[in-house]
């Protein structure tokens, strides 16, 4: 924000904004996905980037590539976003006539900045997907419906149960209803009315209105909940905010009262979530935790599939075995079972082509009876089994990205620094 204001309390209120709206307390407490929240931290560096590169900032491309470099180390639906944000920005720059031989080499240059500090992530990403029948992701099309957002709107509701009611919190609706209004009738070509529209466009698309979908079956269905582009919504509200408060009159009492208004409303949806979380929930406890662990249904995105199927994991097998972890580490899995006989048993470890794995039986090495599955021989009595991954960790590919973060973030880090003692020492 501090991009394109130099007010702290508009930069403070644009913060606010994309930090305390409901579904990043959704996304964080609610459904769990840290995964996804931490990419929407990435998120607003693509946007400074694209508006870096534009401007003909030269450093605007390593920006655009590092926040693009680390969405490829979140989610797969994070980088997406990101892919999108940048080919809208370049269609429409191409549409107004305003592309240049300088804009596309930097978005080229944004492309290998992005694969370097990506690489380990794509390497272990594409040798998975390849190598191995996978479980993709559950193909669904999950749209807002306006009388069920409404409701959670009202009640502050974030339960991550209504993905057709998410919302972005009462304060921030009505924001955006606002200056769509302004945008509406004011005659001025400002550059903040693009953003609100946009923002005000992209939410009335997110609607059950339309027949979207009945095309679950296209590539739409990857964003499985649309709800989900209220961090691109946010955003937009928020950088248009802070445009339109660079041409106003601003009154700090009325934005600290606006910030105010913002942040109570979510972290009372967050203690509403809380309090009422057993009403929905079951509890887990010592008594109940192998139970559930056995029972209770998961997600299996991306493990190993059970024959030629990609909807169902090897793991729902009614054979498998649930034991006891004896000890877990962030390689391997030891386990103990005790066996009435002679037998063969599958237990919960998924195993994937092109990864190499040491398995022990009562100390004997040995090998798994399944390709996907850890399954052995066990005899009469007490066994241990052991299994642990080796030689999977990519050593070189993971020094080339980590180095190339830390590279490229140190020299934006000390040539900002640079620029501002320049620009102090000028105006000072």
């Known amino acids: ?22 579904y990043h307390f959704i996304d964080l407490y609610s459904r769990s996905a840290f995964g996804e929240s931490i990419a929407y931290a990435f998120i607003p560096l693509v946007f400074l980037g694209i508006l870096q590169i534009y401007d003909a ?16 180390n979140t989610p797969i639906i994070s980088l997406i976003f990101g892919l999108l944000i940048i080919l809208i920005s370049i269609l429409h ?5 305003n592309m240049t031989r300088h804009v596309l080499v930097a978005f080229c240059k944004v492309g290998l900045v992005g694969i370097l500090v990506g690489l380990y992530a794509i390497y272990n990403l594409l040798d998975v997907y390849l ?16 009388n069920t957002m409404l409701t959670t709107l009202l009640n502050n509701d974030i339960k991550s149960e209504n993905s057709i009611g998410w919302n972005l919190g009462l304060p921030v609706t009505l924001l955006l209803i606002g200056l769509l209004i302004l945008a509406y009738k004011s005659k001025q070509n400002s550059t903040w009315k693009t953003w609100i529209i946009s923002a005000g466009v992209i939410y009335l698309f997110i609607f059950n209105w339309w027949p979207i979908e009945t095309l679950v079956n296209t ?6 909940f649309y709800g989900r582009l209220f961090v691109i919504i946010s955003l937009l509200i928020s950088i248009g905010f802070v445009l339109f408060l660079n041409h106003t009159t601003v ?35 010592s008594s109940n935790y192998y139970t559930t662990l056995k029972n209770r249904s998961t997600f299996s995105d991306y493990l190993p599939a059970k024959g030629s199927k990609t909807n169902v994991s090897v793991l729902f097998d009614k054979n498998v075995t649930v034991p006891k972890q004896k000890k877990l580490t962030n390689n391997g899995v030891l386990f103990q079972i005790k066996a009435n006989k002679n037998k063969i048993v599958s237990l919960p470890v998924v195993m994937y082509n092109g990864k190499n794995y040491n398995i022990w039986v009562n ?18 009595g007490t066994n241990t089994i052991k299994l642990t991954s080796i030689n999977n960790k990519n050593e070189s590919l993971l020094i080339i990205s980590v180095g190339s973060f830390i590279g490229f973030s140190s020299y934006l880090f000390f040539r900002n ?5 320049q620009y102090l020492s000028k105006n000072f």
């Open 1 to 22: 924000m501090s991009y394109i204001s130099s007010s702290r309390i508009i930069i403070y209120t644009g913060v606010v904004i994309y930090q305390f709206y409901n």
């Open 57 to 72: 900032k030269k450093t605007g491309f390593l920006v655009l590539g590092l926040g693009m470099g680390l969405l490829i």
């Open 93 to 97: 720059r191409c549409a107004t006539k």
């Open 131 to 146: 190598l191995n029948n996978i479980v993709e992701p559950f193909k669904t099309i999950k749209m807002l419906d306006m």
């Open 219 to 224: 590539p739409l269905s990857i964003i499985q």
């Open 251 to 285: 009154n700090k009492k009325r934005l600290i009262l606006l910030n105010m208004l913002i942040m109570a409303f979510s972290l009372s949806a967050v203690y509403q979530n809380h309090y009422n979380y057993w009403t929905y929930r079951q509890s887990l406890n």
């Open 363 to 380: 100390n004997n090495k040995t090998h798994s009876l399944s390709a996907k599955l850890l399954r052995v021989k066990l005899t009469k």
């Open 417 to 421: 620094r640079k620029n501002k003692r």
